[in-house]
């Protein structure tokens, strides 16, 4: 046999084991084109006569308005998808747009698209005044015993019926929602045996005024306030700013109890509006205190931070027990010297991020924190960090030597090293080698190009500027980098 034959007939054993895509069954070929937009996977239907209904038989459909040149498109679109698709086998629909005079047609599309089977369902709907008549939901979504993940953005009243029972569902998010009041909320979540995670974020508590979330299997809770929703800093408005605008937000806050015997993450972020408590905080091993403000109404309102600061206080002796635990840098600034003296132990704490800006190591709020926590191992500057000599926005200023010296830091991560007050960040650098008696590694990751020969000449300057500093902990590895 000769050489052109060997390799004629390797190509042809090659190409014989080979799989087309157009040898794969139907049901491969559907899950295929359910990852594609659905105007890609119609498009498919002209590829062959056995392609042609093929596309009828996804069981994922993603449908967003786009642009505001293409709404009309869409419009005339989803009705005529409608009316050929059967969506009795539709696993998984998501919906974006804005509602605005369109209501009666949004009805008609959640009551074609959401079948008693649904898997997931994902709903973004703009455009509506809460003065608007609600949305209509069919019966049977409240029913649904298959649905696993509902996540609804409405700036409406979210209308519950008086039956709901949701067997499945293990991820509940609410966006911009209207509660309708407090005994259909909890219901809502009573009926969500399964329930894991349950995120409330930019909620209207207009007719809500407590809420109890109360859940045995409930492992994660996250609650996110707007910052423009500020009861803190209605002090200095005068009466008709109040009558027009802080009215809204006077309604606008919720008193949150929660309680729980299996929940292991809890997430604050706001301006410390809505009052939250606990019955059994003692399972949440992971926290985040995310309070946030606008920094020139922090300075100019003299009660801002004694109110703010117990606000964070309160949360923190509730969450005393966590391992890991996330905090703003405006969440440090609250805590004033009268509020942090309130601390609790956390005995268990050992990982501790500091986010959102860079932080002073000298700000109270955070060695107070690392003094409170005789277990700590990491703290991670997710911002950056410097040394500030005079009191300022990151509260008042407070020696961290000594505390730094008595504790059991053994890793310390900082991000976005700047290089913009260059002094300042490496002073801090300087006072952590020089404070820490068992640090293992100091990890910096710096802003900048890294590719560039300045950028790598520039690093390796800090490296050697940096290793040449003094260590109480004489086998700390320094680690160096850019960021990604």
Not at 35 to 47: E, W
Not at 72 to 100: A, G, H, M, W
């Amino acid at each position: 046999m000769d050489q052109n034959s060997c390799t004629s007939n390797k190509r042809h054993e090659r190409n014989s084991n080979s799989i087309r895509i157009c040898d794969l069954p139907d049901p491969i070929l559907q899950l295929i084109l359910s990852s594609l937009p659905i105007k890609d996977a119609i498009g498919t239907s002209v590829l062959s006569k056995r392609w042609e209904h093929l596309w009828l038989g996804i069981s994922k459909i993603s449908l967003k308005e786009g642009t505001y040149e293409k709404r009309r498109q869409f419009i005339v679109f989803v009705p005529k998808l409608l009316e050929v698709f059967d969506c009795t086998n539709l696993e998984k629909f998501s919906l974006t747009f804005r509602v605005e005079e369109h209501a009666s047609e949004v009805n008609e599309w959640l009551s074609g698209f959401i079948n008693p089977k649904i898997q997931e369902l994902i709903l973004c709907l703009d455009g509506m005044n809460e003065s608007e008549k609600p949305l209509t939901f069919p019966d049977h979504l409240f029913t649904c015993s298959t649905l696993t993940t509902f996540g609804l953005r409405l700036r409406n009243v979210f209308k519950l019926p008086s039956s709901i029972y949701f067997k499945s569902l293990k991820t509940l998010c609410l966006v911009d929602v209207t509660l309708p009041d407090r005994s259909s909320t909890e219901q809502l979540i009573a009926g969500c045996p399964a329930l894991e995670q349950l995120t409330l974020m930019d909620i209207n508590w207009v007719n809500v005024e407590t809420l109890c979330i109360s859940s045995d299997v409930l492992q994660k809770l996250k609650i996110i306030e707007p910052v423009e929703y500020d009861v803190l800093s209605r002090e200095d408005e005068d009466e008709d700013e109040d009558d027009d605008m802080g009215g809204q937000d006077e309604q606008n806050c919720c008193n949150i109890v929660i309680s729980g015997t299996n929940l292991k993450v809890f997430s604050y972020t706001g301006a410390v509006t809505s009052e939250i408590s606990f019955h059994s905080p003692a399972s949440v091993m992971d926290a985040s205190i995310h309070v946030q403000h606008h920094y020139s109404e922090c300075m100019d309102n003299i009660d801002w931070e004694p109110a703010a600061g117990s606000y964070v206080v309160d949360l923190l002796k509730d969450l005393r027990d966590v391992e890991k635990l996330s905090v703003s840098f405006v969440s440090l600034m609250a805590l004033s010297r009268a509020s942090w003296e309130r601390l609790p132990l956390f005995s268990n704490l050992v990982e501790l991020h500091v986010v959102s800006t860079i932080i002073s190591l000298t700000c109270e709020g955070l060695i107070a924190i690392i003094q409170k926590s005789p277990c700590l191992q990491v703290v991670y500057f997710d911002k950056g960090v410097y040394m500030l000599k005079y009191r300022g926005y990151c509260g008042y200023i407070m020696d961290p030597v000594p505390v730094l010296s008595r504790t059991q830091l053994r890793r310390i991560v900082i991000k976005h090293y700047s290089w913009d007050i260059y002094e300042d960040e490496f002073d801090a650098v300087k006072t952590l080698l020089q404070a820490l008696p068992v640090l293992e590694t100091l990890h910096i990751s710096c802003s900048g190009d890294g590719n560039s020969p300045t950028g790598s000449e520039r690093l390796e300057n800090l490296y050697q500027k940096i290793k040449s500093l003094p260590r109480r902990s004489i086998d700390c590895e320094i680690v160096l980098k850019y960021m990604k």
